[in-house]
Each structure stands twice: as structure tokens, then as C-alpha cells.
């Protein structure tokens, strides 16, 4: 069992930059692969980025590439993504979410989720 509990969400204005972390507890995360959904109103919730437990190897949302960074501190049990050049379009409810085996973007596949920071972009 993992509980995931993210933070640093905010609102900022159209290309300023936010750091979320999201912080894990009740197992290591070092066998886990860690990914940062979103979800906007009215919308479906969205793979936004995902890395691997020990290479690191990283994927991104061809929506954010070159916009936003996932990272992982295993000794510190917590998982990052930090946002540059933020657009409206960012706009949405983050959440962090881990698996075994590899990474997706589908959802129906992680078993354990955080309860999302919201991340709100002004024009």
C-alpha cells in the first residue's frame, strides 16, 4: 500500500513556472514507476508525465514536452515536475500516481493515486 500526497500547486500567470512534489509513504517507491496526471474541467484526466524507478528514463505529453521536467529523489520518497512557461491550457487538478512493471499513460492502471493540488494559469 502507497499513500501519495501532493503539494505546490498554485496560480500563476501565462509563462511562470510552478514545482509540485508529491510525497509517498507506506512503501519505498524504488520499484515503482511514477506518473503526474491532470485533469481539466470537463475533461478526462490525461497522462502529463512519467519516469522509470532506477534509469530514470523519463516520457512526457507531447502537450508539455520541453515545458515540464519529472524527476525523482528515491531516498527522499518523493516524485517532482517542474512546470516552466506555463500556459492557460495548463490549467487543471495534478495528481500523482505509481505502478509496477512500466509506465502508461492510462489511468486504469495505477492502483494508487494522490488527491490532486490544482494548478490554475491566468491569461
Known amino acids: 500500500q502507497v499513500q501519495l500526497v501532493e503539494s505546490g500547486g498554485g496560480s500563476v500567470q501565462a509563462g511562470g513556472s510552478l514545482r509540485l512534489s508529491c510525497a509517498a509513504s507506506?512503501?519505498?517507491?524504488?520499484?515503482?514507476?511514477m506518473g503526474w496526471f491532470r485533469q481539466a474541467p470537463g475533461k478526462g484526466r490525461e497522462g502529463v508525465a512519467c519516469v522509470r524507478p532506477i534509469s530514470g528514463t523519463t516520457y512526457y505529453a507531447d502537450s508539455v514536452k520541453g515545458r515540464f521536467t519529472i524527476s525523482r529523489d528515491n531516498a527522499k520518497n518523493t516524485l517532482y515536475l517542474q512546470m516552466n512557461r506555463l500556459q492557460p491550457e495548463d490549467t487543471a487538478m495534478y495528481s500523482c500516481a505509481v505502478k509496477r512493471n512500466y509506465c502508461s499513460g492510462d489511468v486504469r492502471l495505477y492502483p494508487y493515486w494522490g488527491q490532486g493540488t490544482q494548478v490554475t494559469v491566468s491569461s
Open positions: 507506506g512503501d519505498t517507491i524504488t520499484s515503482y514507476y
